[in-house]
């Protein structure tokens, strides 16, 4: 699966040099470069205070592919050439099984008030689901459905921040309307955390 879906990546993509990262150990980390602008995929744990933890016990292979520098030119905001603005996620990562779309906000302090804190998660939400969205698009211009190779059961939206604010608010309705958003426009449920067991 994750071969078919990656020489599809490379025909749908084909504007941009990016690389296709390839790793099979039993701990893995991502992490998002500010100077290089580019996401990483590595075993080393010296970064692992800023990076999202892959556990993979069973040292399959995982792949990662940078999204925001690498498939698509960092800080072009109109990368469809429409005129629209839209966002889009730091990387993708994927097995056979699974395909996780990460956005990258470790940098927010933990002494951030719970409100900015969301409006970053916000933010984060929206460039997850105008890159999901401007994916499915091209995979059925080019005669393929996204959900050949994955289900939205099996695609995880995941906002990775070591400070999170509270997503499950009881009385919130703005906070609650933005999730459900989401989820209508995309099908899938946003996820926030730093490490994942594949």
Known sequence: MRNNFCSKIQALF????????????????????????????????????????????????????????????????????DGIVRGRCDCIIFDDNKLLLVEFKMDVDSLTKDKTLWKSFSHAMNQIKDFYLFLKENFLQSGDDL???????????????????NI????????????EKFRLSTNLKIQSFCEYNF
């Open 14 to 81: 084909t504007a941009t040099t990016y690389s296709i990262d390839r790793l099979s150990e039993s701990i893995i980390y991502a992490y998002d470069c500010k100077q290089s602008q580019c996401t990483f995929f590595t075993t080393s744990a010296d970064f692992h205070d800023k990076a999202f933890k892959i556990i993979n016990n069973n040292n399959n292979e995982i792949v990662h592919i940078c999204v925001d520098g690498g498939l698509i030119e960092y800080g072009l905001e109109d990368y469809v050439g």
């Open 147 to 165: 959900q050949t190779f994955y289900t939205s059961s099996n695609i995880i939206p995941v906002i990775c921040m070591k400070n999170t604010p």
């Open 168 to 179: 499950h608010p009881k009385r919130n309705a703005q906070r609650n309307n933005e999730k």
